[in-house]
């Protein structure tokens, strides 16, 4: 039976380092709000002209490099994300051409924080049904240009950064390895508890000047909702995964988890009874970045020489939409 395994992996983050205390000179925040509420330490920012196809360009050719390949040999291209270079073409269309693969097919995913796993999904479809045999799934962003830097934003502004991660799923008939079970779910009656209003397509022209001036154009959340749904919603999700696979969580090696707040995972990991030593971090560095937490986690954690093959790894994460996803997979 052909299975979808991870054969390469690569992550790439802006080499600009924003600390809390440069945003505390920015807005009506400090590094100990920042660190207590949400473990956040620090986070990176692109420069003015680097978009989040070029961000996940350089993770790309990182996981190709890994796999093994080249990108010549990638079928298709999966790129998630939040803040796509453009209203359209997707990304996929501009980090195709940046890897220089016409005229394999690109397929945006717009699903937030779950848009890599949504992503891993569709790339494990294609692998089961023998239609592609090597896919690139990119999860990329540039968040800083679209974070409201004054006291009106700063609810927001200091929870996010910029990166990228991807990894390459290739087509494997080794017994036992690969993906095992993918989750996904969604609540659009939600939508609204973290949004971003522009664009509005129903407004005729949908955006103009008065966009700008009353903040339309910066995400908005209420957090506490956010919080309390990402806690519930994944700890049903995690049993649940486990439940229709028949795992025992202490055979689970690492449970990988979206990074939007230190405190949410946890409580999770708390609740569920996991040790904190299997239920990994890096968002004191990163921040929440999106569709890229989880590949760059990914990435960090195997490149450190942590994940061996046949290790039993959980990926999970829950944002906006709502959506929430999980994936087991055997490495
Ligand atoms: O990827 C998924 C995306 N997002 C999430 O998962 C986020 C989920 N939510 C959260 O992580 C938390 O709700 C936050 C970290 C965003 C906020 O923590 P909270 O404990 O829910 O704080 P709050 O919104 O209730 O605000 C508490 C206080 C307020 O002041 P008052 O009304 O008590 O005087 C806020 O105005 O903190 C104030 N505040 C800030 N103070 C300093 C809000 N943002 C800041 C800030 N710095 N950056």
């Given at each position: ?103 394999i097919g690109c397929l945006d ?117 956010v919080f309390k749904h990402a ?101």
């Open positions: 039976m052909v299975r979808s395994v991870i054969t390469g992996t690569g992550r790439y983050v802006p080499p600009r380092v924003v600390s809390n205390a440069e945003l505390a000179g920015l807005m009506d925040t400090s590094d100990e709000w920042i660190r207590t509420r949400t473990g956040i330490i620090e986070r990176r920012f692109a420069d003015e002209g680097v978009s989040s196809s070029d961000l996940g360009l350089e993770a790309a050719r990182r996981a190709i490099e890994d796999a093994g390949l080249q990108p010549s040999d990638m079928d298709l291209i999966i790129f998630a994300t939040l803040s796509p270079d453009h209203h359209f073409p997707g990304s996929g269309c501009y980090l195709q051409a940046k890897l220089g693969v016409p005229p995913v717009r699903n937030q924080c779950t848009g890599f796993l949504y992503s891993l999904s569709v790339a494990d479809a294609f692998i089961r049904s023998g239609v592609y045999k090597n896919i690139l799934v990119v999860g990329a962003e540039v968040h800083s240009s679209a974070l409201d830097m004054t006291d009106r934003g700063r609810d927001i502004a200091v929870l996010f950064g910029d990166g990228a991660g991807a990894a390459v799923v290739s087509a494997c008939k080794e017994d036992g390895r690969g993906i095992i079970h993918s989750e996904l779910h969604a609540d659009g009656r939600f939508a609204r508890a973290l949004y971003m209003d522009v664009w509005d397509i129903s407004r005729k022209p949908f955006m103009g000047h008065e966009s700008v001036d009353s903040g339309e154009i910066y995400p908005k959340m209420d957090g506490k909702t806690v519930t919603n994944m700890i049903q999700l995690f049993q649940h995964t486990l439940e229709v696979t028949g795992t025992n969580p202490a055979d689970i090696k690492y449970v990988i988890p979206h990074q939007a707040n230190m405190r949410i995972n946890q409580a999770i990991a708390e609740r569920l009874g996991i040790p904190e030593e299997k239920f990994l971090h890096n968002i004191q560095r990163y921040a929440n970045t999106t569709a890229a937490s989880i590949p760059i986690l990914l990435d960090e954690t195997r490149r450190s020489g942590k994940i061996e093959k046949g290790d039993l790894i959980l990926l999970i994460a829950f944002g906006s939409g709502f959506t929430w996803a999980s994936t087991l997979l055997r490495w």
